[in-house]
């Protein structure tokens, strides 16, 4: 069995900006099963045939429109005479089963207790690897811009209004940077840098706060320009932790993953995204542009 993914299954793992997570996954787990099949020198209708499953079937499974059952898994296995698979499929379609996080379930009791569920995670790793697109990672978060992030998402999801409890914990939560033996990896588009949050002040503060929690010596900050070389095309902001887990977001759902496979792929376009971002002085530069635009 192959340790890590073919491009191709890194984009249908990470595309994650047109498709929900659990789409994702889907079409993730899809782009494995044609691998199967093509690495068996088998068409598409000929292993529909062997399976008596309508040969339409072999397109849905395999594009992620259709989530296959255990016993399909078992099937299309023994087919391709990859009966090695069938453990890590099968275990793949148990946590698409179950990973699925209704946002407005998650948070029904409101911004803080989603805030404190995370806690217990964030104390317990040793290495975190994030990758933002779109705005800085919450570890990095002034006060006044959690505030404007977590107000947007209350009024949004109908939340209970908790914001000031939860802006608070999220405060809390930044104490890792300063304790224990961890160390922190992130990757920021330079999009981050510019989105706004709040109004000018907010934005402000924000960036000052960014220079300088990189200047610790557990953290490493990299940006990738909007005009530089790129080694990785990952649209979806995930976070890794350690290497047993890997949590990204979406606009109604939340994708905790597990599988070791799936944390691999991420783990391998995380490094490509290294690559692609400059470190220190450049990324300080940048971050000056920024704040120079603002005033």
Known sequence: MEDCYST??????????????????????????????????L???????ACEWHFTKISKLEH??????????????RTCAAE??????????RVIESMYIEWQRHMRAGLTR????????????KLFRGYENTVIPGLFHTAEYAAAILIFWNTFLD?????????????ERQRVLYTGVRRFAFVLEEQ????????????LGQLDRVLAVMSLPRVSLGIIPASGQRHCLAQGSFWIFDEDRVQTEGISAGLDITQPREIAVHAKAFALLQQSAVYGKATRELIQRALSELQ
């Open 8 to 41: 191709r299954q890194v984009h249908a793992l990470l595309k994650v900006s047109t498709t929900t997570p659990v789409k994702q996954a889907r079409q993730a787990l899809g782009a494995r099963l044609r691998e199967i099949r093509t690495a068996a020198n």
């Open 43 to 49: 068409t598409g209708r000929v292993l529909a045939a």
């Open 64 to 77: 992620g429109t259709q989530v296959p059952s255990e016993n399909d898994i078992r099937a299309w296995c």
């Open 84 to 93: 090695d698979h069938i453990p890590d499929l099968v275990a793949t379609v």
């Open 114 to 125: 989603s805030q404190i569920s995370s806690v217990p995670l964030y104390e317990r790793t």
């Open 159 to 171: 939340l209970s209004g908790d914001v000031d409890e939860a802006v608070a914990t999220r405060m």
């Open 192 to 203: 981050t840098l510019r989105t706004r949050v709040g109004d000018t002040d907010v934005m």
